[in-house]
């Protein structure tokens, strides 16, 4: 065995091929490892771009074993662990080559070939040997696909998306940074990300070298190992520093919580560029020249024990002695996340240096805080928001007050502070509900309420407040009726209804959703006057519920908001600044996965816009990639389609056609492969929450009601809305539970209640479930959640994603896009109830995968 730590380019280059054992897992990262492995690389790009040398990224390791050699001399290697990191690094490869090719830029064609022939094929070889990756039997047409720049590239499943992931992120880098900005991605890609290459002889027991890599019991922590270090230094003081210092600082935060201290304390001192992979590192090269001084050390010791007490504040705003400071350190509690830890350390440390008053470092924080509701409230992109928080304390001018020094550093330039007429469009017209996570949508509610000054506030940490559509998200017929008045001249009324129900005024707090349901607005008046709080009282003062009035209260609801969160130094913006919706609807065509397709309404209906606004943009717009793929909402090409300075010319169903879009004998194309503005949402990493229910999935039901009343609901609304398909549905659900004893159903708690097909224990972790459909009695379908299964072992492997569609896609009726592999496409109930004995079959099926993946006991039974 031998083993060296090389760059990407050294393991790649020369003729050789890396081929992944057929048995092995299908490629398996998400977004989420891909953004991870973002940040690190635009971390990498941003330093060589500030004229810096970065160090190295450490990747990961790779265990190569000899394979046969190829004809012309190829060699190949077997891929035992690491293919998901190789995979990743090629696709990202793949991606920057069609980035480029795409580009108007000087000597774009030949970077793109050069790239295509250094780092992606073996140029002289055909078949399967021309790819220098050769990934497993199932991933192997879609990485092809990709390599091969095929108008099928980018499909559903994993390969796909994480190609779609890194086109997103590179187009939107270079909209910020220019050309320049790719040729720094390049470089990090090809000589910045270190690997260890392990290589095998013939003969050696390649698995026994995984498993002793993988293997290796629980590891010390970054705090860990910095705690042995510093105590090593310490024989004479040691045992006096670990019990005043060390230990109290230990028991006050816990393990993780120091970790995060030991990270902070490096940001603090400027280090904004330290991962928490990499604490002790750093932390050691900054101690090294201290050893042998005991005195020094335990100063070091004395002052991150300081620091630990000022973080415990921020972690439990009630320890914070000054009332303002406390009142706005939990607000920012309240808002989630760690972004703020940063500043807000450095703040409070300034307090504690008697270099800023309490009540300043308070209306920094404010600031703080507006910046961050600000942009959600704009639907401004996060990307960079840590990096941009993790340098501010080294970065801002330290020679002002503190309040006006973070407004300015937060006021500077692509910053993205959105102005007070800039939050009161986003309030008017971006879909709110879509918005940043649940946690923050509701605190944002609250704040609103909270600003009434109500003479009995509302206790919101008891209170079991769900946010509540006022317009429906499902309209009856009572709501067509009204929306039918207020409907422009050729928008129809489910067009304006699209635009409308997920802004912000149509948004209240209610306990009350099962009641609220999507009766006609004068039962919910009656329901909302009741209420404690004042927004829905003032929802119930009104005579209807349409456009003039959902505009009206989100104009209200923008007075409070700019009143509550503070803007930016000035409120001028740069002519020349685009409209940031524009970023988003490039960002939502980049997401569609090839062989799908949207309409003008979705997308305005996405990036708070008018279907005609979207429409103009795109015919005038060069450079826009995938307008062709944007349809009448009859799945037709517009009349008024033009490809801007011809830069394609012909026709875009030629286009749409080679992706693999299906249209019928009369051209239109097939609603099935239609990506509506919730999916394209998805598929840009929002949280979008099941229709019709309170929570994104039953990980998180809301509570309040009781699991017999909310299945009592079900069963009431299914009768009542599916009468000739209730018996047959109610069968297939017991059919379910008796499969096997982790089978069960659960409830969704809102206007239509929901039913949940569950996998595994239900006292068991809600992330750890697994569901393959959620039934929607009133809405009459049945969601395969592709969406969800996606992050679930076993199902978490797209080929087996792919046999559930295959097998749920032979029975009549039921017909699923391959293309929202990654979404939850729908079927009727009524298929449910005429086929229900074949569909038990494919749950049967299911089941068996599920329990194939589970580990036995000691008796060889599977307990779910």
């Known amino acids: 065995m031998r083993a060296q730590e090389i760059t990407f380019l050294k393991l790649v280059q020369g003729e050789k091929q890396f081929q992944v054992p057929l048995y092995q897992r299908t490629y398996s990262w998400t977004r989420k490892q891909l953004e991870r492995l973002w940040d690190d690389l635009s971390d990498l790009v941003e330093q060589q771009l500030e004229g810096g040398r970065p160090a190295s990224h450490f990747l990961g390791s790779v265990v190569l074993a000899p394979g046969q050699l190829q004809a012309g001399g190829v060699q190949r290697w077997l891929v035992v662990d690491g293919q998901q990191r190789i995979t990743t690094i090629m696709l990202a490869f793949t991606a920057l080559r069609d980035h480029i090719r795409d580009s108007a830029a000087e000597g774009s064609a030949r970077t793109a070939d050069r790239i295509h022939r250094q780092y992606l094929v073996n140029e002289f070889l055909e078949g399967d040997e021309h790819f220098r990756l050769l990934p497993t039997q199932a991933d192997r047409a879609s990485y092809g696909a990709c390599v091969s720049n095929s108008p099928r590239s980018g499909g559903a499943d994993n390969i796909g ?66 705690r042995n270090y510093v105590f090593m230094l310490l024989p004479g003081r040691g045992e006096r520093v670990y019990e005043q210092l060390w230990l109290p600082m230990q028991q006050q935060l816990g393990p993780k919580n120091l970790e995060l201290l030991v990270w902070l304390d490096l940001v603090v001192r400027g280090e904004s560029k330290t991962k928490q992979t990499d604490i002790y590192r750093v932390q050691q090269q900054r101690l090294e020249p201290l050893a042998g001084n005991e005195e020094a050390l335990e100063k070091e010791i004395s002052e991150l024990a300081r620091r630990a007490e000022l973080l415990g504040r921020i972690l439990d705003p009630a320890l914070e002695p000054h009332d303002e400071l406390r009142r706005q350190l939990r607000h920012l509690a309240r808002w989630g996340g760690r972004i703020h830890y940063p500043i807000a350390l450095h703040l409070l440390d300034l307090v504690d240096a008697g270099r800023a008053q309490a009540d300043e470092a308070a209306k920094a924080l404010g600031y703080v805080e507006g910046f961050l509701v600000r942009r959600m409230l704009c639907q401004t992109s996060t990307q960079s928001l840590n990096r941009l928080f993790m340098s501010m304390p080294g970065d801002m001018e330290a020679d002002r007050p503190a309040a006006e020094a973070v407004q300015r550093y937060l006021s500077g330039r692509r910053r993205g502070w959105p102005t007070d007429a800039e939050v009161a469009a986003g309030i008017r017209s971006k879909p709110f509900y879509w918005n940043g996570q649940a946690p923050q949508r509701a605190y944002v509610l609250e704040r609103l309420e909270e600003s009434y000054g109500s003479a009995e506030p509302v206790d919101f940490k008891q209170a079991k407040f769900t946010v509540e559509h006022v317009l429906p998200q499902r309209p ?6 009204v929306l039918a008045e207020d409907s422009d001249d050729g928008q129809t009324p489910q067009e304006l209804h699209d635009l409308l129900v997920h802004t912000l005024g149509n948004l ?80 939502a065509l980049i997401a569609m996965p090839t062989g799908t397709w949207t309409t003008y309404g979705d997308i ?53 056609h080679a992706e693999g879009v299906p249209f019928d004998s009369s051209g239109k194309a097939r609603s099935s492969h239609r990506l509506t503005a919730e999916d394209l949402a998805s598929l840009l990493g929002k949280e979008v929450p099941e229709i019709g229910t309170s929570s994104s999935s039953p990980d998180q039901v809301a509570p309040g009601s009781t699991f017999d009343a909310r299945a009592a609901r079900f069963t009431e609304l299914l009768r009542a809305n599916r009468p000739d398909a209730a018996d047959a549905i109610l069968a297939f659900l017991q059919s379910w539970k008796a499969l096997a004893p982790g089978c069960h159903l659960d409830y969704g708690k809102a206007t239509e209640t929901s039913c949940f097909l569950m996998l595994r224990k239900e006292s068991a972790s809600r992330a750890a479930a697994i569901w393959p459909f959620t039934l929607y009695p009133v809405f009459g379908t049945v969601e395969v959640v592709f969406q969800y299964m996606r992050s679930r072992p076993p199902f978490d492997d797209s080929g087996l994603r792919q046999e559930f569609m295959s097998r749920l896609n032979a029975v009549p009726g039921i017909e699923l896009a391959e293309a929202k592999l990654e979404l939850r496409p729908s079927f009727p109930l009524e298929v449910l109830a005429d086929r229900s004995e074949e569909i038990a079959g494919i749950m049967s099926w299911f089941v068996q995968q599920v329990v194939a993946y589970e580990p036995a006991d000691e008796q060889g039974q599977v307990s779910f």
């Open 508 to 587: 209240t707090l209610s306990a009350e959703n099962t009641k609220l349901s999507n009766h006609p607005f004068q039962r919910k008046q009656q329901i909302l006057e009741a209420s404690s709080l004042r927004m829905n009282q003032e929802i119930a003062g009104t005579r209807r519920w349409g456009r003039r009035e959902i505009l009206e209260r989100a104009d209200n609801l923008a007075a409070r908001a700019v009143s509550l969160w503070p803007g930016p130094e000035g409120e001028q913006r740069a002519d020349s600044d685009e409209w940031t919706g524009w970023a988003d609807l490039r960002a």
């Open 604 to 656: 305005a209906e996405l990036i708070g816009s008018h279907p005609v606004s979207v429409g103009n943009f795109l015919a005038t717009k060069a450079g826009v990639r995938g307008a062709y793929r944007v349809l009448t909402a009859a799945g037709r090409v517009s009349a008024s389609f033009r490809w801007p300075n011809d830069e394609h010319g012909g026709n875009p169903l030629t286009l749409l």
């Open 161 to 226: 998306a994480s190609y779609r992931f890194f086109r997103g992120v590179l187009a939107s880098g270079q909209e910020q940074h220019g050309a320049e900005w790719t040729n720094a991605v390049e470089i990090a890609l090809r000589d910045l990300l270190s690997i260890v290459e392990i290589t095998a002889e013939r003969g050696d027991n390649v698995y026994r070298i995984f498993e002793s890599i993988n293997n290796t019991g629980v590891g010390l922590s970054q705090s860990d190992l910095l």
């Open 476 to 481: 009856a017929q009572a709501w067509i009726d």
